[in-house]
Nanobody
Framework: QVRVVESGGGLVQAGGSLRLSCAVF????????MGWYRQAPGKQRELVAG???????DYVDSVKGRFRISRDNAKNTVYLQMNSLKPEDTAAYLC?????????????WGQGTQVTVSS
């Protein structure tokens, strides 16, 4: 059974930084595509940053240059370093692990961690 656990959210002033962590149990992050999503009240969930099993990364335009996704294979954890935070970054941040299967990949989600940026 795969389990995904996020941590590191909190309240921060605009311009500040936070680092989110996503620990995965039951599957190696190095073998998965991993993604950080966010969902604000009344808005659709959006993919903020992703990292493939090969290490390629991608970001939504609104966070490019400010956020960085990384992976520590030894700790089986994926991180999202968020700098120069803006009030519009306020949302619940969720980690997704896309685990390869015999016939199809399967998505596993964490419970989410709240990020609130005050102006």
């Amino acid at each position: 059974q795969v389990r995904v656990v996020e941590s590191g959210g909190g309240l921060v002033q605009a311009g500040g930084s936070l680092r989110l962590s996503c620990a995965v149990f039951g599957s190696a992050v190095s073998m998965n595509a991993m993604g950080w999503y966010r969902q604000a009240p009344g808005k659709q969930r959006e993919l903020v940053a992703g990292i493939t099993s090969g290490g390629s990364t991608d970001y939504v335009d609104s966070v490019k240059g400010r956020f960085r996704i990384s992976r520590d294979n030894a700790k089986n954890t994926v991180y999202l370093q968020m700098n120069s935070l803006k009030p519009e970054d306020t949302a619940a941040y969720l980690c997704n692990a896309r685990v390869p299967g015999t016939y199809a990949s399967r998505d596993y989600w964490g419970q989410g961690t709240q990020v609130t940026v005050s102006s």
